[in-house]
């Protein structure tokens, strides 16, 4: 999920914007005329109280009323009626309930949930010996293995944090993540040896190292931490009585955004949001019992979604993929069965664009949820012929991954390929688990219409979204400001309310005062039928302000394709303003999740300028 913008410009409005309520004046009174002396009268009886005089007695008796309510005199919470909310619990149910299934399968490896379950124990067990307490940070850096699912329940049940790192970022930025939230614990998978060494040489804290070696690796990289993870977890107890958690607004998990502007913000998750997220991907996605889920997604992004824990909910099984490419997911759905998986644009795109050696007959439909980018009409096709469901979903860093759900209806099956791409492009309605989803105006907080035209900024409230940005109180206040979460993503509302992007607040283009929305530009790019990927930026403009710049990733054997027939494509989809004055191809930069780097496609379209 994208990290959150800075700060959201000003709501780009279509027509008339909703302002705030103007106060009634208060009504003149006239200026008393002289009255003749008259004589006392009696004192009249007391009036009821009006106005603010109304409120306040309201209020008062309102508030005895409370104290007094029966209801809330000897009926609290004690050991028998409340216990603090914790995703480690749905292991802890699946391995009572379905203790031989299969919970997890890696290569050769095959692991049932009664397995899993004591592996876990014998985690969080090691980690309390060696000292690890309430509230220590334990990091993890490793591709979608055993371990890395193990650490998403055995460092929560020890009492200790998650801080799961992405290893595609340099060894600068992971010795500041170490060091910004102060990693007592590191566990290494050996591939990555040789880049957590260099930030550990970066970093000022010195946490124990724990070596993974996966004997589904076997490429370079050598143990770094003279301790071996199998090592660790034998001298663990399986039986452990896990740590639960004494409030459920407990810390959970550690996950970091972005870093765009400057160092990455580290967003703390608690117990409750990431039992409630898990509990809405299995609602939202119609999830049921024993699914087999395909980790083509980073487990290190927002937990993975959070089907970490969700899947454990269903007792699914969880098939662990350490390599993310066509061959490999296509076979592991032949030979797996898998039913359901994740993730961005760009592993749909490895789908669609398999060689047929690549490519499998799938027997079974199975289930896609993707985020970021709305799927073009003709990639939905293909994923459809490949024997592939798209689920379109949005949410951020700070809100736990997917919190909003594009809520399909059976009678829009009815309408034409495009019709439903069109319908399928917007980010749809709140999770079940989300209190409340909103979009408006960032000056006034006041909604703006719901006419699919007038553009404002997507606010989150609820259980679902982040306690905070760690040892960041500015920018935590900043966020939660008027007791919403801010996006910093710019989108409209439909009359059936349902929600659609537009951007990010930074990536609107301001061109001849118009703004240009880079993702509708992006859409009509997608359809020409040379284009792979794109991405359109803005650049600065002399006479314009700024002008659109678009980066273009052409598919194999498209090499022929021209700037000049770009362009035409685009002028002939878009009014003429909107389309880009500049086409460059290339390779386009992107994160491990498969999120397209536009900081990045700004530098380079200020040095082509120069």
């Not at 119609?286 to 007792?315: D, E, K």
């Not at 409340?436 to 703006?448: F, R």
């Amino acid at each position: 999920m994208p990290a959150r913008a800075a700060k959201a410009k000003p709501a780009a409005k279509k027509g008339k914007a909703p302002t705030a309520r103007t106060k009634a004046k208060p009504a003149v009174k006239a200026k008393a005329h002289a009255k003749a002396k008259a004589p006392p009268k009696a004192r009249p009886a007391p009036r009821r109280a009006t106005g603010n005089k109304a409120l306040k007695a309201a209020a008062s008796r309102s508030r005895g009323q409370r104290r007094l309510n029966v209801y809330e005199t000897d009926l609290g919470k004690n050991a028998a009626n409340y216990e603090p909310l914790t995703p480690s619990v749905f292991l802890e149910r699946a391995a009572l309930v379905y203790p031989e299934k299969t919970a997890v399968i890696h290569g050769k490896r095959s692991v049932s949930y009664r397995t899993f379950f004591a592996r876990c124990r014998q985690l969080a067990s090691s980690l309390v010996r060696m000292g690890i307490k309430e509230g220590d940070t334990v990091a993890i850096l490793a591709p979608n293995t055993p371990e890395m699912l193990e650490a998403h329940y055995g460092v929560p049940m020890s009492g200790a944090v998650l801080n799961a790192i992405n290893y595609r970022l340099s060894a600068g930025e992971i010795g500041f993540i170490l060091d910004h939230g102060e990693a007592k614990v590191l566990l290494v998978d050996r591939e990555f040896a040789g880049l957590a060494k260099d930030a550990l040489a970066r970093a000022k804290v010195k946490p124990k190292v724990i070596d993974i070696d996966d004997p589904e690796y076997d490429g370079a990289g050598e143990p770094i931490g003279g301790l071996s993870y199998e090592d660790f977890l034998a001298g663990g107890d399986p039986d452990f009585a896990w740590i639960k958690p004494r409030d459920e607004w407990q810390a959970i998990a550690l996950n970091y955004t972005s870093g765009t502007t400057g160092n990455p913000k580290g967003v703390v998750y608690h117990h409750r949001g990431a039992y409630l997220l898990a509990l809405g991907n299995l609602i939202s996605a119609s999830i049921r019992q024993h699914p087999v889920y395909l980790w083509s997604l980073p487990m290190f992004h927002c937990n993975g979604w959070c089907f970490t824990w969700s899947i454990s909910v269903v007792a699914g099984t969880h098939v662990c993929l350490r390599r993310v490419n066509a061959q490999t997911m296509f076979e592991a759905c032949e030979k797996y069965g898998v039913t359901h998986m994740c993730g961005a644009p760009i592993v749909m795109s490895m789908l669609v664009n398999a060689s047929d050696k690549e490519r499998k007959a799938l027997t079974q439909q199975v289930e896609f949820m993707t985020a970021a980018a709305p799927p073009p009409a003709a990639t939905l096709a293909r994923m459809e012929a490949a024997g592939f469901a798209v689920h379109h979903v949005y949410g951020l860093t700070e809100t736990y991954g997917p919190a909003v759900v594009n809520a399909w209806h059976s009678e829009w099956d009815a309408h034409d390929p495009e019709t439903r791409a069109r319908i399928k492009a917007r980010q749809g309605v709140r999770y079940p688990v989300l209190e409340d989803l909103a979009v408006k105006d960032p000056e006034t907080m006041q909604d703006v219409p719901r006419d699919g035209e007038t553009m404002g900024e997507v606010f989150f409230r609820g259980n679902v979204v982040m306690k905070g940005y760690l040892k960041n109180p500015k920018a935590t206040k900043e966020a939660f400001a008027g007791g919403w979460f801010h996006s910093g993503d710019l989108g409209v509302w439909h009359k059936d309310g349902y929600i659609q992007l537009k951007d990010r607040s930074k990536d609107i283009i301001i061109s001849g005062g118009e703004n240009i929305s880079s993702i509708e530009v992006e859409d009509v790019l997608m359809k020409h039928p040379a284009v792979n990927l794109a991405a359109v930026v803005g650049r600065a403009d002399e006479k314009w302000g700024e002008a659109p710049v678009a980066f273009i990733e052409l598919k194999p054997g498209k090499a022929d394709v021209t700037e000049a027939e770009i362009i035409a494509h685009c002028r002939a989809n878009l009014a003429h303003y909107k389309a880009p004055k500049n086409v460059i191809f290339c390779d386009l930069p992107k994160t491990s999740t498969g999120k397209i780097q536009k900081f990045r496609l700004r530098e380079l379209a200020a040095q082509k300028a120069a």
